[in-house]
């Protein structure tokens, strides 16, 4: 076997000495913490966003297409063809149930049948920013009397049924930006070969989400 094969990133908590919220904000907080790399070094101070993390959905057909959404995102001024995706802000909900959650609000879909694609940091020297993306099949639509009624942002929410493939060539060519459609794509195409029978089952554990550890601060703090 390749001495390469079975790396992986490991938790690594260090000495915290202090940490406070510097701003509070609708979504997430920005908090700045003191800690040592070292018992005798020298403290450091890092800011970051503390964020609820987040799930992502790339729902697949039996024709193998998969389903985009075109959304308005503000802060890059641009509308992006992403895959349905929310955040975990539901205090103790399984990770599957919420992803199953937003796949209904955002796309009016259920599925039966699911799988872990991949898990990401979106910015790990900035934000604790925790992503899952999985992969949703056995689609069904959610009765119209049963849809969320989306607003704001989501009111102007387009679909777009493609090709698994034409999805990994958007993702090329540089047509998509979405950090959740990218690695959501690729990895799909990257398992697909296997009859995605080497993909996770939905279920499958998630140590890396900040829920799942002692050692990371849940709620508010202070210095």
């Given at each position: 076997m390749s001495?390469?094969?079975?790396?992986?990133?490991?938790q690594s908590p260090r000495r915290l000495l202090s940490s406070s919220v510097e701003y509070t904000g609708r979504v997430w907080d920005v908090v700045s913490e003191k800690f040592q790399l070292t018992d005798d070094g020298e403290p450091l101070v890092r800011d970051?966003?503390?964020?609820?993390?987040?799930?992502a959905i790339l729902a697949m057909n039996d024709a193998g297409q998969v389903l985009l959404i075109n959304q308005y995102r503000h802060p890059v001024r641009m509308t992006l063809w992403e895959i349905p995706a929310g955040l975990l802000d539901i205090?103790?909900?399984?990770f599957q149930v919420g992803a199953a959650r937003?796949?209904?609000?955002?796309?009016?879909?259920?599925?039966?049948e699911w799988n872990v694609?991949?898990?990401?940091?979106?910015?790990?020297g900035s934000s604790r920013e925790a992503l899952r993306i999985y992969l949703?099949?056995?689609i069904t639509e959610v009765p119209a009397a049963d849809r969320h009624a989306r607003t704001d942002e989501e009111a102007e929410i387009r679909f777009l049924w493609v090709d698994l493939d034409d999805a990994v060539q958007a993702a090329l060519d540089g047509r998509l930006h979405s950090p959740s459609a990218v690695?959501?794509?690729l990895a799909a195409a990257a398992a697909r070969p296997s009859g995605f029978a080497n993909l996770r089952p939905g279920d499958a554990p998630w140590p890396e989400h900040h829920s799942q550890h002692s050692t990371w601060p849940q709620g508010p703090v202070s210095s």
């Open positions: 001495e390469t094969r079975g790396f992986a990133d490991e970051y966003i503390r964020h609820p993390g987040a799930v205090d103790g909900e399984d937003e796949l209904a609000e955002e796309a009016d879909i259920e599925a039966s694609l991949t898990d990401l940091f979106l910015s790990p949703a099949r056995g690695a959501g794509v």
